[in-house]
């Protein structure tokens, strides 16, 4: 899926991302509008992963939608 097609869903997506990282508030994934980076960003943060392992569960959940 690409960045604009992530964008367009991003409400729909964002209900799953929700279930998937619960720690993250709803203002947060507002803030990240689907953007792989920023989701990624709040994830290593909010988790304490590495920015590689963040970017792969990002990259892995927005495929899996795809």
């Known amino acids: 899926m690409n960045s604009d097609?992530?964008?367009g869903k991003w409400k729909q997506l964002k209900g799953e991302?929700?279930?998937?990282?619960?720690?993250?508030?709803d203002d947060e994934l507002d803030k990240a509008e689907g953007h792989a980076e920023k989701l990624a960003g709040l994830i290593q943060e909010r988790y304490g992963k590495t920015r590689e392992e963040a970017e792969t569960?990002?990259?892995?959940?927005?495929d899996d939608r795809a």
């Open 17 to 25: 991302a929700k279930i998937a990282w619960g720690k993250l508030t």
């Open 5 to 7: 097609q992530i964008a």
């Open 57 to 62: 569960e990002v990259r892995r959940f927005f």
